[in-house]
């Protein structure tokens, strides 16, 4: 549904983000599947994307085949110079606690060339359970623990895929990020860019959505997208997209 506005070329920042980590060690290899797509194998793996798509330099993430052998790189990192957590956390597009919490031993002062790090599972999206929210004092219960929110709104939501027709610069987000799961494109004079949000009250025929609410982030923009609605990236053609259609959701923007 959504026509970007990019800042970036494509080529140069997949150079950045990707040719930038390093050469993995093959775990293993993947036959694809009809309707399989690399970021769902990534998940299924509990790879990191970037991981996948270095270790597959010759697949197109937008044309995977049944049949196509796809690489699975080891889930360990190399540290370069120059490394510090924080920037392999955003090379490898994982959760910066998540890293540390996979090398309680390493000390984050202390990273040189050489050492090799061990990557935690990068799941996007994550699944949620919901509660009811309390008007006084603007919290909503998240997996049993309460979670202040700035704003809540409601919103007209629509999906959108990775395809060249609708993200002219190739498969990034406004900030030049892999699209993902939890990835959403929106009117930043309404949701501020870089929000963290929580969407519930969609429904989700082809049940790629977690059932209870997304946990999403604001990185993303499209001309189409103004006012109250937002654009929710899902894998998949852009023929299974479209049957999310137009739907009235709530959107709470949360204290980070």
Known sequence: MKQHLKKTIFALVTGLAITSLG????????????????????????????????????????????????????????????????IISKKLQLPLDQLLAANPKVD????????????????????????????????????????????????????YSSHPSENGWGPIDYYGNPLKLGTIAVDPSIIPMGSKVLITGYDDID?????????????????????????????GSVEKVSRFGFQDVNVYILEQ
């Open 23 to 86: 050469t993995p060690a093959f775990a293993s290899t993947y036959q694809a599947k009809p309707q399989d797509t690399l970021w769902k194998i990534a998940i299924a793996n509990k790879i990191p994307l970037a991981l996948v798509l270095k270790a597959n330099p010759n697949i197109n993430p937008l044309n995977l085949r049944p049949g196509d052998l796809v690489n699975l790189p080891d889930l360990r990192y190399t540290v370069m110079d120059g490394d510090t957590f924080w």
């Open 207 to 235: 049940k790629d959505l977690p059932s209870d609410g997304l946990i999403a982030y604001a990185t993303d923009q499209g001309s189409a997208i103004k006012g109250n609605r937002i654009d929710i990236f899902l894998p």
């Open 108 to 159: 984050p002062k202390n990273l040189y060339a050489g050492l090799v790090l061990t990557l935690p599972s990068a799941l996007t999206g994550k699944s949620v359970r919901v509660s009811s929210t309390s008007a006084s004092s603007n919290s909503i219960l998240i997996e049993g623990q309460a979670q202040p929110f700035k704003k809540k709104i409601s919103v007209k939501a629509t999906a």
